[in-house]
């Protein structure tokens, strides 16, 4: 089973400009964004490219942009796998049900993007 199998919800592929604090690992520490595009999104995780190779298992704060909201979404979850994509590595995200994030906001709009356009 590959890691596009794993996931048992619906997604939804849709592209949202992905904003991802990284931590650095030199003498000075700290943070900096890496900005990266989503390839799908569900309820409970997204899959997004990125340039460089987040750790495993690495808690990530992130926030996703979509062309048709206002702000971005806040978001905290868990690295949960790393594919190497050509220079660029695909990485498999699991959103955490955490306070002081945008989680309502987000599952609200998964619904709403799952929803059929025609009700007719």
């Known amino acids: 089973m590959n890691n596009n199998e794993k996931r048992s919800e619906s997604r939804v592929s849709e592209q949202a400009t992905i904003f991802v604090e990284t931590y650095s690992s ?3 520490g700290g943070t900096k964004v890496v900005i990266c595009n989503s390839l799908d999104i569900s309820a409970n995780g997204l899959q997004f490219q990125m340039d460089e190779k987040p750790e495993l298992g690495s808690i990530l704060r992130l926030f996703a942009e ?5 702000a971005p979404m806040q978001l905290i979850g868990e690295v949960k796998w790393v594919v190497p994509q050509g220079q660029d590595f695909n990485i498999g995200f699991a959103i955490y049900d955490a306070e002081d994030t945008d989680i309502i906001q987000w ?3 998964i619904a709403q993007r799952l929803q059929p356009e025609d009700n007719a």
């Not at 979509?66 to 206002?70: G, K, L, R, S």
């Open 107 to 109: 599952k609200q709009l």
């Open 26 to 28: 030199g003498s000075f």
């Open 66 to 70: 979509f062309n048709d909201q206002q």
